[in-house]
């Protein structure tokens, strides 16, 4: 069982992503509303995997996953978003996003692409 934050600004999303990773057999160690919360989160909690959003108010997911790649390279970070194009793909995952989801995919993508991303190894 993997330890999970999510960090999302919409109250349905973080919902609905708790019920997901929990379904797939996780637990949610944290959920934050909005980056700056997300990252003290993730200091503090340390989990095996963050669901980031990447529209946010006081800190933007792009701007929180480049903070947490700087203390933890090896992080697994799943960013999600709703303003989906291919130039803000490429960007999160140059600065170490292990996977992409546009929000209108979550339901039907999220399952697969957690187990994928935990059955990684560090550091891939």
């Not at 993730?42 to 996953?65: C, H, N, Y």
């Not at 700087?70 to 960013?79: E, G, L, T, Y």
């Amino acid at each position: 069982m993997a330890k999970v934050l999510i960090i999302d600004d919409s109250p349905f999303t973080r919902h609905l992503l708790g019920v997901i990773v929990e379904m797939a057999g996780h637990e949610v160690a944290g959920v934050a509303e909005d980056g700056k919360q997300g990252f003290k989160l993730f200091q503090s909690i340390r989990p095996d995997l963050v669901t980031l959003d990447w529209l946010m108010p006081r800190k933007s997911g792009e701007a929180v996953l480049k903070k947490i790649m700087m203390i933890d390279p090896q992080a697994k970070v799943i960013m999600i978003t709703g303003w989906a194009n291919k130039s803000i793909e490429e960007r999160v995952l140059k600065a170490g996003a292990k996977a992409f989801i546009e929000k209108s995919n979550v339901e039907k993508d999220l399952l697969n692409v957690i187990e994928r991303v935990l059955a990684e190894p560090k550091g891939q």
